[in-house]
């Protein structure tokens, strides 16, 4: 097994003033040689939007972009002629493949939108793209991981689906409650991201925003150390 953590504090950081963003990977001014991407995953971005504020319309290309709101709304419409908006308890899934072009605006006067904007290699080049999303009751089923994220041939209706060969899912615990996680593939590896709270993870201590990368092997041991800890996992393909 081998790992890399990923403090939260060692973020890259951007303050625009109507939108502060700490990004794990190298993502616009923020460049680090060291932090392009893991695997197939090549951005997770921790943004907060201020009110009546937003991403003006721009384009995308072959991309898998994973948004998954931690509070307030965030307003999505493109140029497929979807115009949806998304709050805690939902994940949205855009497929950019060919190129698609959309904004993203936080429609509330009162209150900041916090979500992470997740990036993934896809395994298939120039899709058709599409849109979807899904609510997931993650607050009313704690102690164990939710599964959001599936690739697209074998996605069930409880999932959303993705040009990868990779898996999300969170889960909200109580203190001392432990999981096992298993990768799907064997070549896989998982990024564990702490949300709220802190845990263990194969023995490291990790709290609020920090990560660990961790490949070269076929589980993963993880415990809650404090009540209400919640954790987003990210198995992506080590070579896509």
């Not at 900041?112 to 607050?139: C, G, H």
Request: glycine content about 8%; overall charge negative; some cysteine.
């Amino acid at each position: 097994m081998k790992t890399t953590l990923y403090v939260a504090s060692s973020r890259g950081h951007a303050n625009h003033g109507w939108l502060d963003s700490y990004h794990t990977f190298s993502f616009a001014n923020y460049f680090d040689p060291e932090r392009i991407q893991f695997g197939a995953l090549r951005v997770i971005n921790d943004d907060i939007v201020k009110e009546g504020k937003g991403f003006g319309l721009h384009p995308h290309k072959n991309m898998e972009i994973i948004s998954i709101p931690l509070y307030g709304d965030l307003e999505h419409k493109d140029d497929m002629g979807n115009s949806q908006t998304i709050k805690s308890g939902d994940v949205q899934v855009m497929s950019a493949g060919s190129g698609v072009q959309h904004s993203e605006y936080n429609p509330n006067p009162q209150k900041p939108v916090n979500f992470f904007q997740i990036w993934i290699l896809p395994a298939q080049q120039n899709v058709t793209p599409r849109y979807e999303q899904k609510t997931f009751n993650f607050f009313d089923h704690k102690n164990k991981l939710i599964s959001i994220v599936s690739p697209v041939s074998e996605c069930t209706e409880n999932e959303l689906g993705i040009y990868q060969n990779a898996w999300m899912s969170t889960g909200i615990f109580d203190n001392t409650q432990s999981i096992d996680y298993k990768m799907h593939l064997s070549n896989n590896g998982l990024y564990a991201m702490v949300i709220e709270g802190e845990f263990l993870i194969e023995g490291k201590k990790l709290t609020r925003r920090d990560g660990l990368a961790i490949w070269e092997t076929n589980s993963v041991t993880i415990k809650s150390i404090t009540d209400n800890s919640r954790l987003l996992l990210i198995e992506v393909p080590m070579n896509p």
